[in-house]
Nanobody, 123 residues
């Protein structure tokens, strides 16, 4: 059984930064597409960012492009999401996911999920 554990969430003022981490219990991050999703109250879980294992390509939702950066350290089985210039609308529970396919933007395409970490951006 694979476990993903997120950390790094918290409360930050608008314009601030946070870095989320996602640690995997075993070596999976180098074999699959991995991604970050978020879910705000009353809304569906939405795609934020993803990275492909094969070539290091990265993908971002338009709403975070230029502000967020996804990265991965396969040696540490850890994935990161650097979030800069945060806005109140970024407030959500953030989830990391692994085992994704080429349809990296779909929740249904991932096999493994973390428990989520809360990010709150105050105005």
């Amino acid at each position: 059984q694979v476990q993903l554990v997120e950390s790094g969430g918290g409360l930050v003022q608008a314009g601030g930064s946070l870095r989320l981490s996602c640690a995997a219990s075993r070596r999976i991050l180098s074999r699959y597409a991995t991604g970050w999703f978020r879910q705000a109250p009353g809304l569906e879980r939405e795609f934020v960012a993803a990275t492909r294992w094969s070539g290091g390509s990265t993908y971002y939702a338009d709403s975070v492009k230029g502000r967020f950066t996804i990265s991965r350290d396969n040696a540490k089985n850890t994935m990161y999401l650097q979030m800069n210039s945060l806005k109140p609308e970024d407030t959500a529970v953030y989830y990391c996911a692994a085992g994704g396919t080429y349809r990296y933007y779909l929740v249904s395409e991932y096999d493994y999920w973390g428990q989520g970490t809360q990010v709150t951006v105050s105005s």
